[in-house]
């Protein structure tokens, strides 16, 4: 487990996470989560992916994987009314996930 490429992943997903949120949630009414919050919190997770995919210089195949089974996975806590410990279980299991590849020698941070 490479705890750096993790800690970065992290800071980066939440971030550019925290920063889509607010910026929809400023923007949009709240109908329109209402509707389309199914799409709106995917693809605001996949934009977030490919920043961090694109600052830390992550593989972007094997990165993108591990976001889209996070974010499956983080389904069970929206789909019980808990989203944002959905949110948090994604977040948990993607940093989880890039670490992993960070000690693989061929998926290894650029530097």
């Known amino acids: 487990m490479d705890w750096g490429i993790a800690w970065r992943a992290a800071l980066s997903q939440v971030i550019v996470v925290a920063v889509l ?63 944002w410990t959905g949110s948090a279980i994604a977040l948990v299991l993607f940093v989880l996930w890039c670490g992993w590849q960070g000690r693989r020698p061929a998926l290894r941070l650029a530097t």
Not at 41 to 46: L, T, V
Not at 52 to 65: A, C
Request: hydrophobic share 55%; net charge negative; charged share 5%.
């Open 21 to 83: 949120g607010a910026a929809t949630g400023l923007t949009l009414s709240h109908d329109i989560f209402e509707s389309w919050g199914w799409a709106i919190g995917p693809a605001s997770w996949i934009a977030a992916t490919l920043v961090t995919i694109t600052v830390w210089r992550l593989p972007i195949w094997p990165t993108l994987f591990g976001a889209v089974v996070a974010g499956l996975i983080s389904l069970v806590g929206v789909a019980t009314g808990l989203h």
